[in-house]
């Protein structure tokens, strides 16, 4: 019978086998669930490599689509033929929409939260933790009103890399 693999360069090999090489670890944040842990617990100036796939709608199409101007779905960067969630506030009642996830971002763009700070991501490679953001778990979310996620669909996935 013959020795296939002997010695160090056997067990090496086994070894390398078994342990599978560090892959990107994905986050999964639904347009519809509003803020979605990481499990990452950060501090400010973090700076963390990413990719982010997927398509995220705010609205029914024929609920707020006028070609060339306003879009309903976006991509990470968010619905940037619109405006920024902040500048619709004013117009709408807090009441029946709740608030913006960051005021100064698209709508449907990819946004971060630590704590009471949050912050835009769009479709950033890396996230920077904003200075001074106390030490806290990480959250993602699709940006809309707090209040009108339950119509939103699609998905980001966010690597970790």
């Known amino acids: 019978m013959r020795r296939f693999l002997g010695g160090a360069l ?28 990481t499990g990452l617990v950060v501090e400010g100036v973090d700076t ?5 796939l997927g398509f995220v709608t705010t609205a029914k199409i024929p609920d707020y689509h006028i070609p060339g101007y306003l879009i309903s779905g976006s991509g990470p960067a968010g619905q940037t033929k619109g405006f920024l969630c902040g500048d619709v506030e004013p117009s709408v009642d807090p009441l029946t ?17 630590v704590g009471d700070v949050t912050f835009a991501i769009g479709s950033t490679r890396t996230i920077t933790i904003p200075s001074g953001t106390p030490r806290g778990t990480l959250e993602l979310a699709a940006n809309d009103f707090s209040l009108t996620y339950y119509d939103n669909h699609g998905q980001f996935t966010v690597l970790f890399r």
């Open 97 to 113: 929409v709740g608030v913006c996830g960051v005021d100064e971002s698209y709508f449907g763009e990819l946004i971060g939260r």
């Open 48 to 52: 963390l490599a990413v990719e982010t």
């Open 10 to 37: 056997g067990v090496a090999l086994v070894l390398s086998l078994a342990a599978p090489a560090a892959a990107a670890t994905p986050v999964i944040v639904p347009g519809s669930a509003g803020w979605v842990s």
